[in-house]
């Protein structure tokens, strides 16, 4: 049977006190409303339907993959769902409805609940979980009389919201997840018939459990294993909550695949970055968007590394990289920042409080220590002395700096853009390169020295 899911996304997120719309915030780098996405696509729903309206022109872009519809006013999550009734016209199936605001929730859940209402031949199926402390979270009443399943549980009879519930309902610790798998048909009917009396004023989604089963259908409830992954996030608190425990999750799956970390809490994986075994990650190490590590290298401490590719053998340490390459070998830092189409190449350094920008060093070539090199494309086996700079702006715009093999830069050179340095040349420290050094020579543009003899003791203070 096939799936469709609608991932609801319009909500404001008052708790969050942010000007940015609550889906739109982000666990280890991705918006709370593409984990869910993620999740719905990897329980095999096609097409997604997101519903967007507060801050749509911030959400529209995240979900841009997906049919995106509005939902002009907030009126609740049943008036939401009711906005995907055009997108889904002639869908016939399942409808996975799904709050976008619990980036926890995995593929397999959902898949699991979806095939449970197929196969209890429901109208709806919704998923709960027992909490410890339910409060906030719409609360699962259920027939203590006949009808119990073969979990021995009564039927699902309605959802009290946290608001609406008396005493004893909100005793109650069974919750409702806001993940929810219906039959396409009769569902948009069915929320037709949602009242606003209650005491948000708002049209719930839940409420349509119970107008479904007053209408003679079956309505069941499915208990997720693992509670955690039907965290909503509503607050601040609740997405560092939400962080920590996907956190857990990624670096458990790299360990188990081969990856070290002597301190996982203290490493921080993004769900798009690869990484292949006996790579080991120190502690305060940051991996984001589509980093890639190789076999054998060594990352951290303090390092954040940011859509950059990093090959087999390397030692980054202390190293801010932003879509970087860095070949096998290589080594970085302590206290390295690769800028954008930085590339080291095989076996070559970026060492100590060095900047490098859109350049490639060439194989087994150094920078230790020290330096700004910037728009620049250098050979294989160069050293670079330290605190030597090019001087790539001129204050309009931004030149090169071409440097051949085996080039050998004394320390303290300045190396002013446009400028080449032949292969095989030698530049004496100090310099101030101004004029392209042709191969083989030697460049050195300072100012001689003077020696003035017994100057010193002649002007000694005694
Ligand atoms: C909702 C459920 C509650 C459940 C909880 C699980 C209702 C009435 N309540 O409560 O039973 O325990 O989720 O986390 O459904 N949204 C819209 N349009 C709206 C209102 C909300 O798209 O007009 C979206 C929000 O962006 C959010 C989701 O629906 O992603 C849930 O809304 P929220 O206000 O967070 O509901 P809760 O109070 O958490
Ligand atoms: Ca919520």
Known sequence: MSTAAIVLCAGAGTR??????????????????????AAA????????????????????????????VEQPEQRGTADAVRCAREALAGFDGSVLVLTGDSPLITGKTLRMLADARVREGAACAVLTMQMADPFGYGRIVRGADAGAGASGLGEVHRIVEQKDATAEEAAICECN???YCFDAAGLFDALEQVGCENAAGEYYLTDVLEILRKAGERVIAVQASDAQECAGVNSRVQLAEATRVMQQRINRAHMEAGVTMMAPEMVWIGPDVIIEPDVELL?????????????????????????????????????????????????????????????????????????IKKSTIGPGSKVPHLSYIGDTTMGAGVNIGAGSIT???????????????????????????????GSGAVVGAGS???KDVPADSLAVARARERVIDDWAKKHAKH
């Open 432 to 434: 101030v390169i101004t």
């Open 41 to 68: 696509r990897a329980a095999g729903a096609d097409p997604v339907v997101s519903v967007v309206g507060h801050g749509a022109e911030q959400v529209r872009p995240l979900v841009a993959d997906t049919v995106v």
């Open 283 to 355: 502690p305060m190490t940051f991996l984001e968007g589509n980093t890639r590590v190789a076999r054998n290298t060594v990352i951290g401490p303090n390092s954040r590394l940011t859509d950059t590719q990093v090959g087999a053998g390397c030692t980054v340490d202390e190293t801010v990289a932003v879509e970087a390459r860095i070949d096998d070998g290589a080594t970085c830092g302590p206290r390295a920042y690769l800028r954008p189409g930085a590339h080291l190449m095989e076996g070559a350094k970026a060492g100590t409080h060095v900047e």
């Open 16 to 37: 969050m006190k942010s000007e940015k719309p609550k889906v739109a915030h982000e666990v280890l780098g991705r918006p709370l409303a593409q984990w869910v996405v």
């Open 391 to 421: 001087c790539n702006y001129d204050g309009v715009s931004k030149h090169a700096t071409v440097i051949g093999d085996d080039v050998f830069v004394g320390s303290d050179t300045m190396m002013v853009a446009p400028v080449e340095i």
């Open 177 to 179: 997840s806001g993940f």
